[in-house]
């Protein structure tokens, strides 16, 4: 109700009361409008409005019907406030509904949040494994044959010795590769 233009939801309203006004003066069988009345003035009237809207749902049958004292007494006395204690009740089971969508959501948003930190979480944990792999495995064994040709080194000569710088090179060149992609592995 409180995203609807007031003003208009008001004579809306009124327009309601009085139709029924008509509609009771041509016969009494239209005093079932009564009821509808105290359930629309929770539906188009905002805040304590609608209590006051409620009050006013008997006006029509007041005005028109020859009515005694003890009809209106149940009337004001009774009816009105239980229909006013109704329209509280549902009002805050709907307030309590947008509390409950609101939370929902934003529960839902906090879980979204924790499934994308632990999935961050996980792939760095899993790179940080491959990258830890990787060190133990091939960038020890390429430093091993980098250094058994650094120490062959001074043994050979002629063709074994471009032979050995060639192996050197390659070994030296897959060390830096290797290196290189253990850093790009590594999280940030």
């Known amino acids: 109700w409180w995203e609807r233009?007031?003003?208009?939801?008001?004579?809306?309203?009124?327009?309601?009361?009085?139709?029924?006004?008509?509609?009771?003066?041509?016969s009494e069988a239209f005093q079932l409008f009564?009821?509808?009345?105290?359930?629309?003035?929770?539906?188009?009237?905002?805040?304590?409005?609608?209590?006051?809207?409620?009050?006013?749902?008997?006006?029509?049958?007041?005005?028109?019907?020859?009515?005694?004292?003890?009809d209106v007494l149940i009337a004001f006395g009774l009816v009105t406030p239980l229909a006013a204690l109704i329209g509280t009740?549902?009002?805050?089971?709907?307030?309590?509904?947008?509390?409950?969508?609101?939370?929902?959501?934003?529960?839902?948003?906090?879980?979204?949040?924790?499934?994308?930190?632990?999935?961050?979480?996980g792939v760095a944990e899993e790179r940080?494994?491959?990258?830890?792999?990787?060190?133990?495995?091939?960038?020890?064994g390429l430093t091993g044959i980098v250094t058994q040709l650094e120490a062959v080194d001074d043994l050979p000569t002629g063709s074994a010795r471009g032979r050995l710088d060639t192996a050197r090179r390659l070994a030296r060149t897959s060390l830096a590769e290797?290196?290189?992609s253990i850093d790009a592995l590594r999280p940030g």
């Open 89 to 121: 009740m549902i009002r805050v089971m709907e307030r309590e509904a947008i509390r409950r969508r609101e939370l929902i959501a934003e529960n839902a948003r906090l879980h979204e949040l924790l499934v994308k930190q632990a999935r961050e979480a």
């Open 34 to 70: 009564v009821p509808a009345c105290y359930v629309l003035a929770f539906v188009a009237l905002p805040g304590w409005y609608a209590y006051a809207g409620v009050a006013a749902a008997n006006l029509p049958s007041l005005m028109v019907l020859d009515t005694d004292r003890a």
């Open 128 to 140: 940080a494994r491959l990258a830890r792999e990787i060190h133990d495995t091939v960038a020890q």
């Open 178 to 180: 290797v290196r290189r």
């Open 5 to 26: 233009r007031t003003w208009t939801m008001a004579g809306y309203f009124v327009g309601v009361l009085a139709f029924s006004t008509v509609l009771l003066a041509r």
